[in-house]
């Protein structure tokens, strides 16, 4: 298993409640590949002795998962990833971007006046860069 802090960062924001937050670094691994269909979470005491936050707001961040039928809870065993759930996330995650952040993005382009031909250069180059690094470029 992958080392948490190699997992999730330890940072917290005041913008959003720590379950929330907690439930958002699951689906990112999710999305990421870190965690993969099958895949156990982290153990609600180690991520709440990890990072020092009570184990009832890491249940609570792991339940909102479970709700959301991304996650199972196996008696005795833990939580694990279920079949489908980074497609579920995928779909959502896509539908989310274009209804939320995509209009600004359109808007921004418009306004600056690019043009296809150079988003898709920046594209690319954005692409190759990643590579060279070892980043994903989760297309």
């Known amino acids: ?7 999730m960062d330890s940072e917290w924001n005041d913008s959003q409640p720590i379950y929330r937050q907690l439930r958002d670094r699951v689906v990112a691994m999710i999305l990421d ?12 005491r180690n991520v709440a002795a990890e990072y020092r936050v009570n184990p009832l707001t890491v249940l609570k ?3 909102e998962l479970v709700d959301e039928q991304l996650v199972e809870t196996r008696r005795g065993l833990g939580m694990f ?3 489908g759930a980074r497609n579920l996330l995928l779909k959502a995650e896509r539908q989310k971007f274009l209804a ?4 600004r993005v359109a808007e921004t382009i418009q306004r600056l006046g690019l043009q296809p031909k150079e988003l898709m250069a920046a594209a690319a180059k954005r692409r190759s860069e990643s590579k060279k ?3 994903s470029s989760n297309e």
């Open 1 to 7: 298993m992958v080392e948490l802090k190699h997992r």
């Open 33 to 44: 590949g870190v965690l993969e269909e099958g895949d156990p979470l982290p153990s609600v």
């Open 61 to 63: 961040g792991y339940q």
């Open 81 to 83: 990833v279920n079949a």
């Open 100 to 103: 939320e952040e995509w209009p």
């Open 133 to 135: 690094t070892g980043g």
